[in-house]
């Protein structure tokens, strides 16, 4: 079945620095993948949706400068998290949607990455 | 957003018992529901979806009713096992969209 890939599973910075966190979709192509944000004991919070060549479409109350996606390819997206500060610190999980829509649900889903800034 | 700032309800029960969980959805117009688990530190797995041409669709042990009156979702768990122990999510869209909108979420804790 189709498979995605995220990576780190966990990260922990310094406050002021930047990290990248990887979304690849592993044997289908993603025309579009999305970003979300968890705090805990939350729901996933939408954050934005990447298509493969184009810019993100973020949602309401994100900043595009914070969080810049990337998506430069049918199998990986990026979410940089620039400039991390400790209310940065949450659990992100991207979604892939397959060209085929072969995906059980129609996305199929990382395993997150826990971001703590210290 | 509507899920800000809220904490996740507990939902407790035997193993070997069925398990009801619910879900308000909010957009009239959602034409396609998903309920998902999460276990803890891990992203969401799809469990069962959902039409809305339908009420009610069955799966292994699991299935969901929808109420459009209410707009109301459900997931029954039948014979609840200790590894059904996750947080479940409701997730509704609508065609024309690619967006999912996640329900609170409830946590399964199954006792032994």
């Known amino acids: 079945g189709a498979v995605v890939s995220q990576h780190p599973s966990w990260v922990i910075c310094k406050s002021g620095t930047s990290v990248k966190i990887e979304c690849r979709s592993l044997d289908f192509q993603a025309t579009t993948m999305f970003w979300y944000r968890q705090f805990p004991k939350q729901s996933l919070m939408l954050m934005a949706t990447s298509n493969e060549g184009s810019k993100a479409t973020y949602e309401q109350g994100v900043e595009k400068d914070k969080f810049l996606i990337n998506h430069a390819s049918l199998t990986l997206s990026t979410l940089t998290v620039t400039s991390a500060h400790p209310e940065d610190s949450s659990f992100y999980i991207c979604?892939?949607?397959?060209?085929?829509?072969?995906?059980?649900?129609?996305?199929?889903f990382g395993s997150g990455t826990r971001l703590t800034v210290v | 957003g509507e899920n800000v700032g809220l904490h996740l309800p507990t939902l407790s029960v035997q193993e070997g018992d069925n398990s009801i969980i619910n879900c308000a959805y909010s957009?009239?117009?959602?034409?396609?529901f998903i309920w998902y688990k999460q276990e803890s530190g891990k992203g969401p797995q799809f469990i069962i979806d959902i039409r809305s041409n339908m009420d009610k669709r069955q799966g292994q042990r699991v299935t969901v009713l929808l109420n459009k009156t209410v707009k109301h979702l459900s997931l029954q768990i039948a014979a609840t096992q200790p590894g059904d122990s996750a947080v479940y999510f409701c997730?509704?869209?609508?065609?024309?969209?690619?967006?999912?909108?996640f329900g609170t979420g409830t946590r399964l804790k199954v006792l032994a």
């Open positions: 957009n009239s117009a959602s034409d396609y």
């Open positions: 979604s892939a949607r397959d060209a085929l829509f072969l995906s059980l649900g129609g996305y199929t």
């Open positions: 997730a509704e869209t609508y065609s024309g969209t690619y967006k999912y909108i």
